[in-house]
């Protein structure tokens, strides 16, 4: 099995910065594209950024030029830097990632969620 760990939400003020972390482990081949969604009471889950194992990266409109993600393939390990949060970030975010395991089957999962709370 493979499981995905998402770490470093939080509360943080307005015009603050997290990084959160998404850690896979377990029965791993090989990792494709990588994302971070993200969901409220209010809306459906959404697609915050993507990141390709190439390296290619796509943002939701809403996060463009202040959320970056990256990823370290040797650590199986996606992140994303969130910079300039405004309250309408807050949010459980969940990492979501297309994954080979060693049994040759290809899968998605998803991670627990960690909550992001923008605030003053």
């Known amino acids: 099995q493979v499981q995905l760990v998402e770490s470093g939400g939080g509360l943080v003020q307005p015009g603050g910065s997290l990084k959160l972390s998404c850690a896979a482990s377990?029965?791993?081949?090989?990792?494709?594209?990588m994302n971070w969604y993200r969901q409220t009471p209010e809306k459906q889950r959404e697609l915050v950024a993507r990141i390709t194992n190439g390296g290619t990266t796509n943002y939701a409109d809403s996060v463009k030029g202040r959320f970056t993600i990256s990823r370290d393939n040797a650590k199986n390990t996606a992140y994303l830097q969130m910079n300039s949060l405004k309250p309408e970030d807050t949010a459980v975010y969940y990492c979501?990632?297309?994954?080979?395991?060693?049994?040759?089957?290809?899968?998605?999962?998803w991670g627990q969620g960690t909550q992001v709370t923008v605030s003053s």
């Open positions: 979501n990632a297309d994954v080979r395991t060693s049994y040759g089957v290809l899968q998605n999962y």
């Open positions: 377990g029965r791993i081949f090989s990792i494709y594209t």
